[in-house]
């Protein structure tokens, strides 16, 4: 139970606040159930395969920093530096990785000017950056031994290219997993190595009179470490206040910006080519305009019919898959065959591309349960 997205992602949360005043920096490092995080912008619509998600019991989560979507399973170990906002630095970071990966596994690794990590020029560590108050973070994630085949499914929105949205866009890069330059490599060892190295770091130069751990254990390790316990965390309100917004529909879905969609359909009759414009939190369809092209299947009259019942049917209309659908193929609405066949034809596609919004069951199934047993903070 301690590989869920939003319990860990809650954690992060509620360690920029629990740190402070006790030590300048830590690292926290988790694993986590096949999940797709998007970046605090983005829009996921565009960023990920919903349905697949939907489909396979796969998260769908919203961080609160921002940078681009990624897929995390059992083979991604996430990290996360935890400081004070002037000891943020993203290329310490990035040196922490890359040091360790080359000392303990002299595999050929480099970093860029975004912070990524690159193995032998392929992705391997993305990153993101959070600052609050007099906080920050700067977490990402280590491809150790992840599934690259379900990493593009769930990526690879149907309309991504035709979603026009503000935020954030994500960079799509060639990746690479450690284990296919070490293909022994265990979890365990990647985990041990980064807290080596990270242990290693000097306290920043305005946190001097602050130890540089907690030491509160040594748990067979060469590094002072953390126990979280369930204790720690269950009743804390902050924690569960945390917990419950990151999983909840109002923040995965309800916090994407207006955007507008392109959709090109053709049908046995006609093609389509509609504009649509979703409000703010993805709720309802602002407007809609319709052209269906002239063919010889259809008269002027039922090209005008259809562009004008889609535009009126889907104004103002929940902007779900199965709302639109029942919206144009009403019982109360009879059209001669070929109208009909065209509208039965788009509803079933748009219910295939424009997933409902779903709360997460396995979220409110482990809720209240414990938690963490195999999180490590150093």
């Not at 530096?81 to 990035?94: E, G, N, P, T, Y």
């Not at 303990?104 to 108050?133: H, M, W, Y």
């Not at 009179?209 to 060469?222: A, S």
Request: include cysteine; hydrophobic fraction near 35%; proline fraction near 3%.
């Amino acid at each position: 139970r301690g590989r869920s997205v939003y319990s860990n992602l809650a954690l992060e949360e509620w360690l920029l606040t629990k740190l402070q005043g006790v030590t300048p920096r830590a690292l926290l490092m988790y694993v986590n159930t096949p999940c797709v995080v998007i970046g605090r912008m983005q829009n996921p619509y565009k960023e990920a395969n919903l349905k697949y998600l939907f489909d396979n019991n796969i998260h769908l989560a919203r961080r609160r920093s921002g940078g681009g979507t990624v897929y995390q399973d059992l083979g991604n170990l996430n990290y996360s530096f935890v400081q004070s906002r002037d000891a943020l630095d993203k290329k310490l970071h990035a040196k922490v990785i890359c040091d360790a990966l080359e000392k303990e596994f002299d595999v050929p690794v480099s970093s860029n000017d975004r912070g990524d990590v690159l193995l032998d020029g392929r992705k391997t560590s993305g990153c993101a950056q959070r600052i609050t108050g007099t906080r920050s973070y700067h977490h990402g994630t280590l491809l150790v031994r992840s599934n690259l085949n379900e990493l593009w499914k769930c990526i690879s929105a149907p309309l991504s290219a035709s979603t026009n949205a503000r935020g954030s866009k994500s960079v799509r890069s060639a990746v690479a997993n450690l284990s296919e330059f070490v293909p022994n490599v265990e979890m365990q060892q990647v985990m041990h190595a980064l807290a080596s190295h990270f242990i290693t770091l000097p306290a920043p130069s305005s946190h001097k009179d602050v130890p540089n751990t907690f030491d509160v254990g040594r748990n067979n390790t060469d590094y002072p470490w953390i126990e979280i316990s369930e204790k720690d965390v269950d009743n804390c309100e902050f924690y569960l206040k945390e917990r419950n917004e990151l999983a909840a529909s109002k923040w995965r879905f309800g916090a994407t910006f207006e955007f507008e969609q392109k959709i090109q359909f053709d049908s046995e009759f006609t093609e389509l080519q509609i504009n649509l414009k979703v409000e703010k939190g993805s709720e309802r369809i602002q407007s809609c305009k319709a052209q269906c092209l002239k063919t010889t299947s259809f008269r002027q009259d039922e090209r005008e019919l259809v562009q004008k019942l889609i535009e009126k049917q889907w104004s103002g209309c929940k902007y779900s898959g199965s709302a639109m659908r029942s919206a144009i193929t009403k019982k109360n609405l009879t059209y001669n065959h070929s109208v009909e066949s065209t509208l039965a034809e788009l509803g079933e596609y748009i219910e295939r591309q424009i997933v409902d919004k779903w709360e997460d069951e396995e979220y409110r199934s482990e809720h209240n349960s414990p938690i963490f047993p195999e999180v490590s903070v150093v």
